[in-house]
């Protein structure tokens, strides 16, 4: 998705980082307003209801004082990430309660053989590097989106995404990532193509799994109990 291209009602209310890990504040704004506004962005970006999705597990307003400080972990979260996976993508994005969030997309040409949903070894040892983030981190929530190109139907589609998904969970799991971290695990198949099916590159680019991590429930409670100080 290309987040320069957002218009300006969205830009307004929130510009998004891609590929940074800058300190700033975690919430657009405090109270409902927060995850008001967090849905209308999530819907904008993510053009359906996936995006509104990602930090829906908390369903919770957060006032702008632990929102900043929950921004500032997140910020931390982020950096680990891009420190310790090579070949993927890590972008600052907000969750549906308006907080800062963390996306990790990986490239299933790396991930995965072509139409396979069986993790090479060169792609254990990079998430195996990535699971270190998520065991030093037990109060994030993660949640796991399998897509795959538009060859084939839905019927082959959908399956393989929610099995590449379904692997790289697993596999992190093995590594000592709490259960509990994982919150939606779903294949989204064709459906939400970031680039040009018609080329080679551009279906190589939608072969994908996409991992957000958010705050979890003890990370805003503990964020939260540290603003009223």
Same mark, same amino acid.
């Given at each position: 998705?290309?987040?320069? +291209?957002?218009?300006?009602? /969205?830009? !307004?209310?929130?510009?998004?980082?891609?590929?940074?890990?800058?300190?700033g504040t975690g919430t657009?704004?405090?109270?409902?307003?927060? /995850?008001?506004?967090?849905?209308?962005?999530?819907? *904008? *970006?993510?053009?359906? =209801? +996936?995006?509104?999705?990602?930090?829906?597990?908390?369903?919770?307003?957060?006032?702008?004082?632990?929102?900043? *400080?929950?921004?500032?972990?997140?910020?931390?979260?982020?950096? @680990? &990430? /891009?420190?310790?996976?090579?070949?993927?993508?890590?972008?600052?994005?907000?969750?549906?309660?308006?907080?800062?969030?963390?996306?990790?997309? $990986?490239?299933?040409?790396?991930? $995965? %053989? !072509?139409?396979?949903?069986?993790?090479?070894?060169? !792609?254990?040892?990079?998430?195996? +590097? $990535? =699971?270190?983030?998520?065991?030093?981190?037990?109060?994030?929530?993660?949640?796991?989106?399998?897509?795959?190109?538009?060859?084939?139907?839905?019927?082959?589609?959908?399956?393989? !995404?929610?099995?590449?998904?379904?692997a790289v969970v697993t596999?992190? +799991? =093995?590594?000592?990532?709490?259960?509990?971290? $994982?919150?939606?695990?779903?294949?989204?198949?064709?459906?939400?193509?970031?680039?040009?099916?018609?080329? =080679? #590159?551009?279906?190589? %680019?939608?072969?994908?799994?996409?991992?957000?991590?958010? &705050?979890?429930?003890?990370?805003?409670?503990? #964020?939260? &109990? @540290?603003?009223?100080?």
């Amino acid at each position: 998705m290309n987040i320069q +291209k957002i218009g300006a009602f /969205a830009l !307004s209310l929130l510009l998004l980082t891609g590929c940074q890990t800058k300190q700033g504040t975690g919430t657009i704004a405090g109270g409902a307003a927060g /995850a008001v506004v967090g849905g209308i962005i999530g819907n *904008i *970006i993510g053009k359906d =209801s +996936k995006a509104t999705a990602i930090g829906a597990a908390i369903g919770t307003a957060v006032g702008a004082g632990a929102g900043n *400080i929950i921004g500032k972990r997140m910020d931390k979260v982020a950096a @680990e &990430a /891009a420190a310790q996976v090579q070949n993927a993508t890590v972008e600052e994005v907000t969750d549906a309660n308006g907080l800062k969030a963390v996306k990790v997309t $990986f490239d299933t040409g790396i991930l $995965f %053989a !072509s139409n396979k949903a069986t993790l090479n070894d060169k !792609s254990k040892t990079e998430l195996a +590097k $990535f =699971s270190k983030v998520l065991v030093a981190h037990p109060d994030v929530y993660v949640d796991v989106y399998g897509h795959t190109d538009s060859t084939g139907n839905d019927g082959i589609n959908i399956p393989l !995404s929610n099995n590449r998904a379904q692997a790289v969970v697993t596999f992190l +799991k =093995s590594c000592g990532v709490n259960a509990g971290q $994982f919150k939606y695990v779903v294949g989204k198949g064709s459906e939400e193509p970031v680039a040009d099916n018609a080329t =080679s #590159a551009g279906r190589q %680019a939608n072969r994908r799994v996409e991992v957000y991590l958010y &705050a979890g429930q003890e990370m805003i409670d503990s #964020a939260y &109990a @540290e603003s009223v100080q």
